[in-house]
């Protein structure tokens, strides 16, 4: 069965100390990892898709990083906006097609 | 603007009541879908269609029914089957699901809420 495992539940970091989140999968076939930021009582908003391991993406103080078992979400120097939930996915095969599993989420917490 | 529009913000419901749950985009995607947000359970996969009349049951589609009449719109009904519907419902849309590496993009959300 596919799966998608995020850690930690939730994590509180101060301003400025950097640090990552783990998303590891089990997945035959992987097509695509795809990473979301979610704001309280707000829809998920996409930041990246990886598609192969060894590629990496950035994007302002967040950098994504995939190997064959998992993906990182690397957070430099955070500032108290980058509190969120962060949603890790990928895409499964169901018959012809192909649908989400989603991770549970990691809750970050920056505080000034 | 292009993206995914969801009504209501809040909605309540009453015991043994029906009700509609709408989502609408103009990003011109073949597949729409509905998840379910509960705290610590991140999101469930309720039903979603690739092409307008047709859709298929998500991994919790008990309780629920959907529509795809038209390619812009998916409504979402939580009938009074649903002995547990409180919680924060998404709708979201990507271009044909073909390859596994589409993107999903996600409306506002609705909060359904018992009386």
């Known amino acids: 069965e596919d799966q998608v495992t995020q850690s930690p539940e939730a994590l509180r970091l101060q301003e400025g100390e950097s640090s990552s989140l783990n998303c590891s999968y089990t997945?035959?076939?992987?097509?695509?990892l795809f990473w979301y930021r979610q704001d309280p009582g707000k829809g998920p908003e996409f930041l990246f898709t990886?598609?192969?391991a060894g590629e990496e993406k950035e994007k302002e103080r967040l950098k994504a990083t995939l190997t064959k078992k998992e993906s990182f979400l690397h957070i430099t120097a955070p500032k108290p906006e980058d509190s969120a939930t962060y949603l890790c996915?990928?895409?499964?095969?169901?018959?012809?097609?192909?649908?989400?599993?989603f991770g549970r989420g990691t809750s970050l917490i920056v505080h000034p | 603007d292009g993206g995914i529009t969801q009504s209501p913000k809040y909605l309540f419901r009453k015991e043994g009541q029906n009700v509609t749950l709408s989502c609408e985009q103009n990003?011109?995607?073949?597949?729409m879908y509905w998840y379910r947000q509960d705290p610590g359970q991140g999101l469930r996969l309720i039903y979603y269609?690739?092409?307008?009349?047709?859709?298929q049951k998500g991994d919790i589609a008990e309780g629920y029914s959907v529509s795809r009449e038209k390619k812009e719109s998916f409504p979402l009904t939580v009938t009074s089957a649903q002995k547990n519907p409180t919680a924060f419902y998404l709708c979201?849309?990507?271009?044909?699901?073909?390859?596994?590496?589409?993107?999903?993009?996600f409306g506002p959300g609705t909060r359904l809420l018992v009386l």
């Open positions: 990003l011109n995607h073949d597949a």
């Open positions: 997945v035959s076939g992987l097509r695509g």
């Open positions: 990886l598609y192969s």
């Open positions: 996915a990928v895409q499964t095969r169901s018959g012809g097609s192909y649908i989400p599993t």
């Open positions: 269609s690739q092409i307008v009349n047709d859709f």
């Open positions: 979201a849309s990507s271009i044909a699901p073909l390859t596994g590496r589409e993107t999903q993009y």
